[in-house]
């Protein structure tokens, strides 16, 4: 079975600081990694994937990601957090060896940036 | 559509009544998703609909929930018999389904939020 951890429920930090909000996974076989934001009262939007070959990740809004395979982590980061970055922030992963396509989510890290 | 429509976006009901929740995915997805949302809490998976077919229901917490998808586009969340616990945002999603699987993101409704009083 597939699972998620996102040991942080609550990560502050200083805007311009950078930042890193952490996960770890368990899957079977090999995993297709993702990263979503939640805005307040809003639905979840997509951030980027893990799925194969770079171990370093970009997407959306100066976001990355670093998939560790050895440490099972996939932590999200950016070099210099914003204000309007603050929202909750969810890890998912789904296994690659399995035929189904059921996706799982972490519990979510709240992120606040501090003016 | 231009993007995941769920509906009612609100629901009010009273204790033991029956509620549905609709989901209308981004055509041409192959793939829906049901997800519950309590209050402060992460996203627990409640079902996946793959074409018409449920392979996973797994997430459904109770004989109370049902889920079912028609024409391969539209799908209903029933919840029977409703109580207090049941209250929560229900959200929904889609995805394109390669050949190999779903190697895609997920694509989220703004969510129905569903109190039970």
């Known amino acids: 079975a597939q699972s998620v951890a996102q040991p942080e429920d609550q990560v502050n930090v200083a805007e311009g600081n950078p930042l890193t909000v952490k996960c770890t996974y368990s899957v079977s076989g090999n995993p297709y990694l993702f990263w979503y934001v939640q805005y307040p009262n809003r639905g979840l939007q997509f951030l980027l994937k893990?799925?194969?070959?770079?171990?370093l990740v970009k997407g959306s809004y100066g976001f990355e990601a670093e998939f560790n395979k050895s440490q099972t982590s996939f932590h999200l980061k950016k070099p210099s957090a914003l204000v309007s970055d603050s929202a909750l922030y969810f890890c998912a992963v789904r296994d690659k060896e399995t035929s189904y396509d059921k996706v799982i989510f972490g519990p979510g890290t709240s992120l606040s940036v501090i003016p | 559509g231009a993007g995941v429509s769920q509906s009612p976006s609100n629901k009010v009901t009273e204790k033991g009544k029956d509620v549905e929740l609709r989901c209308d995915p981004i055509s041409g997805h192959t793939a829906l998703y049901w997800y519950r949302q309590s209050l402060g809490q992460g996203l627990e998976f409640l079902i996946y609909f793959q074409g018409n077919s449920a392979p996973d229901k797994s997430g459904l917490p109770s004989d109370r929930f049902s889920a079912e998808r028609t024409g391969g586009s539209v799908s209903t969340l029933t919840i029977q018999r409703t109580q207090q616990e049941d209250s929560a945002v229900y959200l929904c999603?889609?995805?394109?389904?390669?050949?190999?699987?779903?190697?895609?993101?997920?694509?989220f409704g703004e969510g129905s939020r569903l109190t039970v009083l």
């Open positions: 999603a889609s995805s394109l389904r390669s050949g190999t699987g779903n190697t895609g993101e997920l694509f």
């Open positions: 893990y799925i194969t070959g770079d171990n």
